[in-house]
């Protein structure tokens, strides 16, 4: 851990990430309170939220490979840098009296999710090229503390933002931070590696496919690529959804009770990072995942144990309410967890030359599965109590937790 605290270029990556999620979570938290502030319509405020998957759709098959082409760090520039000039550029128009609409928060968000996607399967690459391989699991454990301490500052000072300064002068400042993010990566040095000549003549779409070829060639990395919309199909779904249905319409709970429900979540995802680093040390991430996914397993059938009981009336409102809290809190955790033992996987396994293209694989199937997922938890939580869903997420999970199985075998196999 003393080494990567003296290793200049990963504390340059590092707060790089923290000044652009920052960034990123303020625009999100602000034109959320600005639409419905304005609309008052939950419809636009969804409809808000679920335009991002088209730029993921569009984009995520290339993005990989610009990654994987041009030099990580100067591409992750350049995207910051227009990430942030686009921010402060729309809160400028604001300020000039060109009243930020609805179409144009459209604009924004699918320009801003578009830098994002090729954004992010650059950044996925870098953390190999600044550390060493003994040291991946726990640099990548640390980089995921930036989540947990942007999910909790950044609504706080979106809010901060939106009721002192207004949207305007807010979009600014996170434009300001955005710019700053991308700065400090001029100041980190790589030894990226680029395609050799040959390749650089490849089209796109052939680089793309070289990347699902990959896939195909190997049963662990198949296996592993669909663990990923798996887990957004069965957790993202049950959380945005179903618990947030059960804790508003069922419980009634209040604005109060629901924002500490949302700290709780928010607090264990700062923990969960450490927690890796103790287990990554000790284990390979590869023995990992099967424990991990059978501890969610668990975790969603006490979930749907305790909403049942709830049902029936076995169990009063505020034990409900505290068993809900103390099971969600775990399960996101564990899944923290999971997804850093993942990520170590997919850059200690994947070829450097590979790993954009493979990650946008990853993040294109993720995409799909989330709508559909929220779209079928949705259609069950209106005709059936919403346990079921519970239900479901367990049995998705434990399902997973033999596929993950299965990965540790495909991975002890010697390769002929």
């Not at 009981?309 to 969600?328: D, E, H, P, R, V």
């Not at 070829?351 to 995409?367: D, E, W, Y």
Request: charged share 15%; net charge neutral; proline share 3%.
């Amino acid at each position: 851990m003393k080494e990567l605290f003296h290793n200049r270029n990963y504390m340059l990556y590092w707060f790089s990430s923290a000044f652009t999620m920052a960034a990123s979570n303020i625009v999100q938290f602000m034109l959320s309170l600005y639409v419905l502030d304005t609309t008052g319509s939950a419809t636009l405020f969804a409809t808000m939220l679920s335009i991002t998957i088209f730029p993921r759709l569009l984009f995520s098959p290339i993005a990989g490979v610009f990654g994987d082409r041009f030099d990580r760090r100067n591409w992750m520039f350049f995207l910051g840098l227009c990430s942030g000039v686009t921010i402060a550029l729309f809160g400028i128009l604001h300020e000039s009296g060109i009243i930020l609409t609805i179409w144009i928060i459209y604009v924004l968000v699918i320009l801003l999710e578009t830098f994002e996607t090729f954004y992010s399967s650059s950044s996925v690459g870098i953390i190999p090229l600044i550390v060493k391989k003994e040291e991946i699991g726990v640099a990548t454990s640390f980089a995921d503390i930036d989540e947990g301490i942007v999910g909790i500052i950044g609504p706080l000072l979106a809010a901060t933002f939106y009721a002192t300064i207004g949207v305007g002068v807010g979009l600014i400042m996170a434009g300001v931070i955005s710019f700053l993010g991308s700065v400090l990566l001029l100041f980190m040095h790589t030894q990226d590696i680029k395609d050799g000549e040959e390749n650089v003549k490849n089209t796109i779409w052939k680089d793309f496919l070289d990347g699902v070829n990959l896939v195909k060639k190997e049963p662990f990395l198949r296996k592993l690529v669909i663990l990923a919309p798996l887990t957004n199909f069965f957790l993202t779904s049950a959380f945005n959804i179903s618990l947030v249905f059960f804790l508003r319409n069922k419980l009634n709970v209040s604005d109060i009770v629901f924002g500490g429900y949302e700290a709780i979540l928010s607090v264990m995802v700062l923990i969960a990072p450490f927690i890796a680093m103790k287990l990554l040390k000790k284990e390979d991430a590869a023995n990992l995942l099967p424990p991990l996914i059978f501890g969610i397993t668990i975790g969603f059938t006490v979930l749907a144990t305790i909403v049942i009981f709830n049902y029936f009336q076995i169990l009063g409102q505020l034990s409900t309410i505290i068993i809900l809290c103390i099971a969600s809190g775990i399960i996101v955790a564990i899944i923290e967890i999971m997804n850093i033992a993942s990520s170590v996987m997919f850059k200690t396994l994947v070829s450097i030359k590979f790993l954009g293209r493979v990650i946008s694989i990853v993040n294109l199937l993720a995409t799909i599965s989330i709508p559909l997922g929220q779209m079928i938890y949705g259609i069950m939580n209106d005709f059936y109590p919403i346990y079921w869903t519970l239900i479901l997420s367990a049995g998705g999970f434990f399902l997973m937790y033999f596929l993950s199985a299965s990965i540790l075998k495909d991975i002890a196999k010697p390769k002929e």
